[in-house]
């Protein structure tokens, strides 16, 4: 389950998103150099292995560990992706096929445009098809929806095993794990045209609702209406922080799939956010921000700059995932004042770091910042993980103690609970 949004608004141009996977799949951030390919050269994707093209792009790319494809990232054309799992009627592909990470990496690696990575997206999904386990400890099957944005324009696209539909937005505009269009694409495949009602006609009504899509896709929406034209990209960051207006964490609760999202108790309560992502399209300089860390209510955002790197980079590690797991492992049972304090300073940290990125005048003067936002963060992070750990921890919570327990025992973290 995820969250993708592109905030338009005057010279402002956010794109973010919540990468929601299993608790114990770790996350990293990768920096992958574009190169030039000889003829006949092929590409080895999760599953299947594809002709190359002549010549692709820097990306980075926020991805489970496992996997080839990626959950979210942007390229050195300023082409930013996200997809989302939707659940549709009939059996769900799993013929291993292209995922749909896989058709987001290959879209960054060779579009040059929006509109080229809706294009690149859709006609691999002809040629090739959708499909694979895509669960990381169990087997995981759905088709794919995709918000894909450059500074000119953004596109939702929507498919269905092999076929998609298309439609261009000009204003702000979010998805979740449902299909959202109607009749009111813009293109759309042989398959789907006779279809009056996309949504309507082939979503699966009960995975979708319980998934809550509709009501974390309102809550983003309402959010990016609410965001202060002008004023500090940190709204963006907060928006991935939503708990749905409540200032604690979901602990107890059987159902609750928030923005922010917590695992849990249960069979619906099954995602964590693992790692989130937010994209600043400057028109001189675009930075991007993540976490490389679970809960972006318990994360901090740190500043990375796509041309900063020389040669392929793991930005953020699944050793590095892990370190930062146990902070969030032993948060989550702490009194939430405590983590109410940690956030308050995370806050000003966070303001620090974008009112430095701001400020910077040339291209070195942002890599020194990026290296210095890097450092401050860790000693934040190292300073409260040592807190959190000695903390008193909250009694009660019995289903959400024993859920933690069971997540802790398989990926073999030894926190205290």
Request: glycine fraction near 8%; charge should be neutral; charged fraction near 25%.
């Amino acid at each position: 389950m995820c969250d993708t949004f592109c905030y338009r608004s005057g010279s402002n141009l956010w794109f973010g998103k919540n990468s929601d996977r299993e608790p114990n799949e770790a996350h990293e951030v990768l920096f992958v150099k574009g190169l030039a390919n000889d003829p006949g050269t092929k590409v080895k994707c999760t599953y299947l292995e594809i002709p190359e093209v002549p010549q692709t792009f820097d990306v980075i790319l926020c991805k489970p560990v496992w996997m080839w494809g990626a959950e979210m990232g942007v390229n050195s054309h300023g082409v930013a992706i996200g997809n989302e799992a939707v659940f549709t009627r009939g059996r769900n592909p799993e013929e291993p096929a292209l995922t749909g990470m896989d058709l987001l990496r290959l879209a960054l690696q060779r579009s040059t445009s929006a509109r080229g990575a809706v294009d690149c997206i859709t006609g691999l999904l002809t040629t090739y098809g959708q499909g694979g386990n895509c669960g990381f400890s169990h087997p995981f099957y759905y088709n794919n929806s995709f918000l894909i944005a450059d500074r000119k324009e953004t596109w939702v696209l929507e498919t269905v095993g092999r076929d998609w539909a298309v439609k261009k937005f000009v204003t702000s505009t979010a998805i979740s794990n449902a299909l959202t269009l109607r009749s009111d694409w813009d293109e759309v495949s042989p398959g789907l045209r006779d279809l009056h009602d996309l949504a309507g006609q082939k979503s699966d009504p009960i995975v979708t609702r319980f998934s809550q899509a509709v009501l974390r896709r309102d809550r983003v929406m309402e959010g990016l209406i609410r965001i202060t034209p002008g004023v500090s990209i940190k709204q963006a960051f907060d928006l991935l922080r939503s708990h749905h207006g409540s200032a604690s964490l979901p602990r107890d609760s059987l159902t609750a799939n928030t923005v922010c999202m917590h695992a849990g108790f249960g069979p619906i309560r099954i995602d964590q956010t693992t790692g989130s992502f937010v994209v600043d399209f400057h028109e001189d300089q675009m930075v991007v921000w993540i976490t490389g860390t679970s809960a972006p209510c318990l994360s901090v955002f740190h500043p990375v700059l796509l041309n900063g790197f020389r040669n392929d980079t793991r930005i953020s590690t699944e050793e590095d995932w892990r370190e930062n797991e146990t902070l969030h492992r032993n948060a989550i049972f702490c009194s939430d004042d405590r983590i109410q304090i940690f956030q308050s300073e995370r806050d000003v940290l966070e303001n620090d770091f974008i009112a430095d990125m701001t400020n910077a005048s040339s291209m070195k003067g942002r890599m020194d910042i990026v290296e210095l936002c890097q450092r401050r963060r860790q000693e934040l992070l190292t300073r409260w993980g040592e807190r959190f750990s000695s903390e008193k921890k909250v009694k009660g919570h019995f289903f959400y103690r024993r859920a933690w327990r069971t997540f802790n025992k398989e990926a073999n973290f030894q926190n205290d609970l």
